[in-house]
């Protein structure tokens, strides 16, 4: 059973940087792709980032590319987004999510396992 913990998030200004990281509490993620999505109140949950856990391709929203960047540790069984030049249309709920195999990875119906999410607010 995969278990996601998301932790990293908080309050930051505007330029500022923050990174987010999701352990699995229940197992190693082995073949799992890992993914980032967020959501804002009032809004449809958005793709953000994903890696490979076996191979590291990682595929970004066009929203972020260039400014944040998807990794994982393996010895850590952990897996982190590392975000730079917040904007305040960052702010949202961030979460973590895992999937069997790469296939729709930009889709949340394309994930097996989701996390609780952690807040991330960005201010101007």
């Known amino acids: 059973q995969v278990q996601l913990v998301e932790s990293g998030g908080g309050l930051v200004q505007a330029g500022g940087s923050l990174r987010l990281s999701c352990a699995d509490s229940g197992r190693t993620f082995s073949s799992y792709v890992l993914g980032w999505f967020r959501q804002a109140p009032g809004k449809e949950r958005e793709f953000v980032a994903a890696?490979?856990?076996?191979?590291?391709?990682?595929y970004y929203a066009d929203s972020v590319k260039g400014r944040f960047t998807i990794s994982r540790d393996n010895a850590k069984n952990t897996v982190y987004l590392q975000m730079n030049s917040l904007k305040p249309e960052d702010t949202a709920g961030y979460y973590c999510?895992?999937?069997?195999?790469?296939?729709?990875?930009?889709?949340?119906?394309?994930?097996?396992?989701w996390g609780q999410g952690t807040q991330v607010t960005v201010s101007s």
């Open positions: 999510a895992a999937a069997r195999q790469w296939g729709s990875v930009s889709y949340p119906g394309g994930y097996d396992y």
């Open positions: 890696i490979s856990w076996t191979t590291g391709s990682t």
